[in-house]
T-cell receptor
Framework: DGGITQSPKYLFRKEGQNVTLSCEQNLNHDAMYWYRQDPGQGLRLIYYSQIVNDFQKGDIAEGYSVSREKKESFPLTVTSAQKNPTAFYLC?????????????FGNGTRLTVT | GQQVMQIPQYQHVQEGEDFTTYCNSS?????IQWYKQRPGGHPVFLIQLVKSGEVKKQKRLTFQFGEAKKNSSLHITATQTTDVGTYFC??????????FGAGTILRVKS
């Protein structure tokens, strides 16, 4: 079955620790995205990558970092510099970076930082 | 920057009633996409509209794209409990990014 796998589903961390969220896809999609979802605010774009070894900042990149060393993998690191890291994080991919192709989402990781 | 506004934020309907959510963009869109997120789940693509004035139907769901390509709507006829969730519209922005509306949460009373 082709799809996007995010792990873990729930993640708990202490303030001041960096944490890396995993995102793997076997859809052979070129473009991958990380969104953050907070209640009442929809989905906000953190980082995106249109091709391997290349990525761009989204609207709320501060306090986050990514890498795209392999086509199928796009891990997101939430650093201690992110002021409000507790949120639901969604990884998505699409066939190309083309405007017209739909996004396929993973099941998400719910991060809680205390 | 480009914004996509969505209203209402929340709607609670009796099963069998109709439901509509509206999406408005500050700029003209080349296309608009709609997604549905069930409670506790992830967004799932529903449909894309591309042409000015386009209307598409999926069973009880009707999607419209405005003539000026700056607004869109999703109408559900005779809601069912399976329709509960959050409905998002999304429009493309320069750099191949997709900007999402805040979503409309639909709750259905049976």
């Amino acid at each position: 079955d082709g799809g996007i796998t995010q792990s873990p589903k729930y993640l708990f961390r202490k303030e001041g620790q960096n944490v890396t969220l995993s995102c793997e896809q076997n859809l052979n999609h070129d473009a991958m995205y990380w969104y953050r979802q907070d209640p009442g605010q929809g989905l906000r774009l953190i980082y995106y990558s249109q091709i391997v070894n290349d990525f761009q900042k989204g609207d709320i990149a501060e306090g986050y970092s990514v890498s795209r060393e392999k086509k199928e993998s796009f891990p997101l690191t939430v650093t201690s510099a992110q002021k409000n890291p507790t949120a639901f994080y969604l990884c998505a991919s699409r066939e190309t970076g083309d405007d017209n192709s739909p996004l396929h989402f993973g099941n998400g990781t719910r991060l809680t930082v205390t | 920057g480009q914004q996509v506004m969505q209203i209402p934020q929340y709607q609670h309907v009796q099963e069998g009633e109709d439901f509509t959510t509206y999406c408005n963009s500050s700029t003209t869109l080349s296309n608009i996409q709609w997604y549905k997120q069930r409670p506790g789940g992830h967004p799932v693509f529903l449909i894309q509209l591309v042409k000015s004035g386009e209307v598409k139907k999926q069973k009880r769901l009707t999607f419209q794209f405005g003539e000026a390509k700056k607004n869109s709507s999703l109408h559900i006829t005779a809601t069912q409990t399976t329709d509960v969730g959050t409905y998002f519209c999304a429009g493309p922005r320069y750099g191949n990014k997709l900007v999402f509306g805040a979503g409309t949460i639909l709750r259905v009373k049976s």
